[in-house]
T-cell receptor, first 115, second 114 residues
Framework: GNSVTQMEGPVTLSEEAFLTINCTYTATGYPSLFWYVQYPGEGLQLLLKATKADDKGSNKGFEATYRKETTSFHLEKGSVQVSDSAVYFC??????????????FGKGTLLTVNP | DTGVSQNPRHKITKRGQNVTFRCDPI?????LYWYRQTLGQGPEFLTYFQNEAQLEKSRLLSDRFSAERPKGSFSTLEIQRTEQGDSAMYLC????????????FGQGTRLTVV
């Protein structure tokens, strides 16, 4: 079956530090890949996505590239801010009838950014 | 449209009682999903609907759990004879059908069984 393995946290960084959160996956077929973020007290929000190999998703300074050869989708940001403190989830989608549907999530990585 | 809405936000119940949660998806979304999230874990898929049809149920969904989506709009998730192991955050999400679609999540219902 499908699975997602992501770097265990917690991760603590100083403001303006470089961030990498590793994510690897196992899947049949050609899934789409996602990073979701959960800020304290809020629901899951889509941060970025990539739908095919070599695609790069980007949003709010975060980037991740769909690497089929290494089955990876690592999240990076060049300079984190205190407001980036949140839990980050890597996920992949199954496809049914040619469309994305259910998501398989990693366990999440708690990021804390200190001033 | 304010997004996916879930009610209640919190529910405390005694073991053995039945509980029901409601999810109102984004109005034009024909797919609706339920997930469960326990502390320190990512969300786990429970079930999904395309319009009013329940198309898939996870093995996590024991026979004490039932979900409905009458008329293809809002959905309810009922847990009968709750157990302490049912304590979790129950998340609802909705999406359109099609490639490259995004699932939008509600804020969840936190269930505590005492």
């Amino acid at each position: 079956g499908n699975s997602v393995t992501q770097m265990e946290g917690p991760v603590t960084l100083s403001e303006e530090a470089f961030l990498t959160i590793n994510c690897t996956y196992t899947a049949t077929g050609y899934p789409s890949l996602f990073w979701y973020v959960q800020y304290p007290g809020e629901g899951l929000q889509l941060l970025l996505k990539a739908t095919k190999a070599d695609d790069k998703g980007s949003n709010k300074g975060f980037e991740a590239t769909y690497r089929k050869e290494t089955t990876s989708f690592h999240l990076e940001k060049g300079s984190v801010q205190v407001s980036d403190s949140a839990v980050y989830f890597c996920a992949l989608s199954d496809t049914s009838g040619g469309s994305n549907y259910k998501l398989t999530f990693g366990k999440g990585t708690l990021l804390t950014v200190n001033p | 449209d304010t997004g996916v809405s879930q009610n209640p936000r919190h529910k405390i119940t005694k073991r053995g009682q039945n509980v029901t949660f409601r999810c109102d998806p984004i109005s034009e979304h024909n797919r609706l999903y339920w997930y469960r999230q326990t502390l320190g874990q990512g969300p786990e898929f429970l079930t999904y609907f395309q319009n009013e049809a329940q198309l898939e149920k996870s093995r996590l969904l024991s026979d004490r759990f039932s979900a409905e989506r009458p008329k293809g709009s809002f959905s309810t998730l009922e847990i009968q004879r709750t157990e302490q192991g049912d304590s979790a955050m129950y998340l609802c999400a909705s999406s359109r059908t099609g490639m490259n679609t995004e699932a939008f999540f509600g804020q969840g219902t936190r269930l505590t069984v005492v």
